[in-house]
């Protein structure tokens, strides 16, 4: 018998209308990217000069454009990945772009539900929430939703882990 390969996305939960995130995510990851990439350029930067002198300093801020100029498009193409939904008794998460990664999350494991915003996505305007589970390092993000939204689901994932643990 011939059994054909079926792709895990196949397999995955179907007919899910899936929300996504604020597209101000990328933006905010981009920053975020290009500001480490400008670390290990800095970094590197004294080593080469001393090394090769000038041609050092221009191969850095060459390795540095190349480098900021990938990650920015792994960055976008890795937010479109995002994407959650809730459904009757469960909270869907999904992402990754190499590697695909869904997670499920039982309304009636919630422990704590956080939301958080660093500096810059405050400045984007952008709320991260964040649900931690009775298992002992289990934590699913939900980022780069609108404050009002990331409230909105916060207080819906309560009532419903609420609801669930009565109903146990």
């Known amino acids: 018998m011939n059994a054909r390969a079926v792709p895990v ?13 604020s597209p101000k995510l990328r933006t905010v990851w981009v920053l975020r990217s290009l ?8 970094i ?15 191969w850095t801020i060459a390795g540095y454009v ?17 994407g959650y939904a809730e459904r009757d008794q469960d909270l869907l998460v999904r992402h990754g772009l190499l590697t695909r990664r869904l997670s499920i999350v039982p309304y009636g494991r919630i422990q704590l539900i956080d939301l958080s915003a660093g500096p810059v996505e405050r400045m984007f ?26 409230a909105a689901l916060r207080d819906r994932l309560a ?10």
């Open 9 to 21: 996305w196949d397999l995955w939960p179907e007919g899910i209308s899936w929300q996504p995130m």
């Open 35 to 42: 500001l480490n990439v400008l670390v290990l350029a800095v």
């Open 44 to 58: 590197a930067a004294v080593p080469l000069t001393i090394w090769l002198g000038w041609d050092g300093l221009l």
């Open 66 to 82: 190349l480098l900021a100029g990938l990650r920015a498009l792994t960055v976008v193409r890795t937010v479109r990945t995002w």
């Open 125 to 150: 305007g952008l709320t991260t929430v964040q649900v931690r589970t009775a298992a002992l390092a289990s934590t699913t993000e939900v980022p780069g939703l609108d404050p009002q939204i990331a």
């Open 159 to 168: 009532v419903r882990a609420a609801e669930v643990r009565e109903g146990l």
